[in-house]
């Protein structure tokens, strides 16, 4: 299903509080970069000066042009041409050093937000699609990219030749100024009323933006399953409603920036030709000269062509402002899940005892349904727990809670004694190994998915590992072996196959705590056997937590814990929970036949 902007919040209201000041959240990015910016506008002033001096030779060539001293005619023609040399080194030399700091700045954005988002907790996930995210990275930085590497320099340097310009043609003839001033305010009031408009329509037209890339992100990265069910047309439909949507908006947006710049570009022209007219019958009486006229004229299109690119701008600022909000709204996005300011360091070794106490929690999108009812459970250290019930019993969510994903509403959840909510994530999730259901396999050689448990792993045991959990054999027949390219998620390896670089990855990461979610549900039974051989030699001194089905996994599980709406319901060894009816027995019934037929 697409995701609307009104699904993700009230983008309307959003979009009538956008002000160009939001820019200013870009500072604290360019701060670093403080002389390369001095540089730049240095650079940007240096070259509104040398524009705006340009007139003044112009007028003394023309004045000049019936002397009779051709060597002071030559002069001016000379000092024109340096004049206009030093303009285009100048102007070189700013886009040079603003298009440099753009680059840097945007760098250092996409940076940022990459590692916030990357750390924030799961349940910021379930509200924000991660196409989302993308779009903001991706498109909302390339429209940041776009205003500090030129639209801030190209408003810079206009507003210095505006009011350069205004100064320096009420020193040249105050009469005509005084009549170009008077269709200043006409010019405004257009920027002002159809800026607002504008405003509004580039937030919505990004957000549409970001809705689309939410939708195709999801298509696309489920694209098995979309084919599998004959869902291309449909999918293929919501897609182009969402971007067709996004096309509408942006529609909206270029009509009413083409027609304010229309307007605005009209009205001052027609203001020029006006004041033109006037000052040529001043020549005709001899009030002004021809030069200086023709210098009035050329500062007068020099203020209407900086009035004609600031309204070209405004919209460029526009954008770039709701593109700003987007990435700070990112930055500052509440993470539900913080570790604490002083955190406590775990006792050494870490013997990985896990204790959950009367611990509630229910899904920030889920607040009605608890995933975990008062759940009292004592690991110890080493022991091997086996988690039983039936779908929704909160297996899953144990795991989850163990990794500190999210935290308990109420109750407390302990590693060796010390809250997780008093220790910093990372430290303490070095000591965890996870084998999830859905194995994740990156974009990368089958060498440096193993080695994701372990970054500094050697070659050496990275193979160990992969025979260890039966993976070695087939790795040796990839085209190129180790370091074949698996493909997006995996694409290259079977169902089996990604289970077991997974847990090639668990058993590399050699961690006192081991998670198994599943970890051999997608397994034949020949390679079962071979992982579970390496996964019972690995669980030898760990603490082990596994959600499983299986009877062979749940059997040598030195406890059961059976599960049901959130809650602990039984405990104890297979053969006692059988013997004692009620919901494990009638598991093991339903649930365990292939198993026990097996056995």
């Given at each position: 299903m697409a995701r609307t902007p009104s699904q993700t919040k009230n983008n309307e209201e959003r979009a009538k509080s956008r002000r160009l000041?939001?820019?200013?959240?870009?500072?604290p990015f360019m701060r670093p970069y403080r002389l390369l910016l001095s540089a730049a506008l240095c650079a940007l002033v240096a070259t509104a000066c040398i524009s705006l001096i340009l007139p003044m030779a112009v007028r003394r060539v023309v004045d000049n042009f019936n002397t009779k001293s051709g060597e002071l005619l030559n002069l001016y023609f000379g000092a024109a041409l340096g004049i206009a040399a030093l303009l285009a080194l100048g102007t070189a030399l700013r886009y040079a050093l603003v298009s440099r700091l753009g680059e840097r700045v945007v760098a250092d954005i996409r940076k940022a937000v990459f590692d916030r988002v990357i750390s924030l907790s799961p349940a910021f996930y379930e509200k924000t699609m991660t196409g989302e995210v993308l779009s903001r990275i991706t498109t909302?930085?390339?429209?940041i990219l776009s205003v500090i590497g030129s639209s801030i320099s190209i408003a810079l340097r206009n507003i210095l030749l505006l009011v350069g310009g205004l100064i320096l043609m009420l020193f040249t003839s105050a009469k005509l100024t005084g009549l170009v001033m008077l269709i200043v305010p006409a010019v405004i009031v257009p920027i002002m009323v159809l800026g607002r408009r504008l405003r509004v329509l580039s937030r919505e037209n990004q957000d549409w933006i970001a809705a689309s890339s939410g939708n195709a992100s999801e298509a696309l990265t489920s694209v098995q399953t979309v084919q599998a069910y004959t869902h291309e047309t449909i999918s293929q439909a919501a897609f182009a409603d969402v971007t067709e949507k996004s096309f509408d908006a942006a529609r909206r947006r270029i009509w009413t920036r083409s027609g304010m710049t229309a307007i605005v570009i009209f009205l001052v022209f027609t203001g020029i030709v006006g004041v033109l007219w006037v000052g040529a019958w001043d020549v005709r009486a001899g009030v002004i000269s021809a030069g200086t006229l023709i210098q009035f004229v050329i500062y007068a299109v020099f203020v209407a062509g900086a009035v004609a690119a600031l309204s070209e701008v405004f919209g460029e600022l526009q954008r770039a402002?709701?593109?700003?909000?987007?990435?700070?709204?990112?930055?500052?996005?509440?993470?539900?899940?913080?570790?604490?300011?002083?955190?406590?360091?775990?006792?050494?070794p870490v013997r990985g005892e896990i204790v959950f106490d009367d611990v509630r929690f229910a899904y920030p999108t889920r607040r009605d349904t608890p995933a975990l009812d008062g759940v009292d459970l004592r690991i110890a250290p080493g022991e091997t727990v086996a988690l039983v019930g039936p779908s929704g019993a909160g297996k899953t969510t144990i795991i989850q809670m163990i990794q500190r994903f999210y935290d308990a509403d109420a109750g407390v959840i302990t590693l060796d004694g010390v809250p997780l909510t008093e220790l910093d994530r990372q430290a303490f999730r070095r000591h965890l190994a996870l084998v999830p259901q859905d194995p994740v396999i990156f974009a990368a050689s089958a060498r440096d998915n193993i080695r994701f448990g372990r970054p500094d792993a050697t070659d050496a045991e990275i193979e160990a590992a992969a025979r260890a959990a039966a993976a070695h054999g087939f790795l040796t027949e990839l085209p190129d072996g180790y370091d074949t390219w698996l493909g997006e998620r995996g694409v290259m390896l079977s169902g089996g196959q990604k289970q077991r670089v997974a847990i090639a990855r668990a058993i590399l990461r050699d961690?006192?705590?081991?998670?198994?979610?599943?970890?051999?549900?997608?397994?034949?039974?020949?390679?079962?056997r071979a992982v579970q051989?390496?996964?019972?030699?690995?669980?030898?001194?760990?603490?082990?937590?596994?959600?499983?089905?299986?009877?062979?996994?749940?059997?040598?599980?030195d406890r059961i814990i059976v599960m049901d709406e959130g809650r602990v319901v039984a405990t104890g060894a297979h053969d006692a929970l059988v013997a004692e009816g009620g919901l494990y027995a009638r598991l093991a019934r339903l649930q365990f036949t292939d198993g026990m037929a097996a056995e």
């Open positions: 000041g939001s820019l200013g959240a870009l500072w909302d930085t390339t429209l402002a709701g593109a700003t909000e987007r990435l700070v709204d990112l930055l500052e996005a509440e993470d539900t899940v913080q570790d604490p300011s002083d955190p406590r360091s775990l006792p050494e961690a006192p705590v081991l998670l198994l979610d599943e970890a051999t549900s997608a397994l034949d039974a020949e390679s079962e051989q390496a996964v019972d030699t690995l669980a030898e001194g760990r603490t082990t937590v596994i959600v499983a089905h299986r009877l062979a996994t749940v059997k040598k599980a």
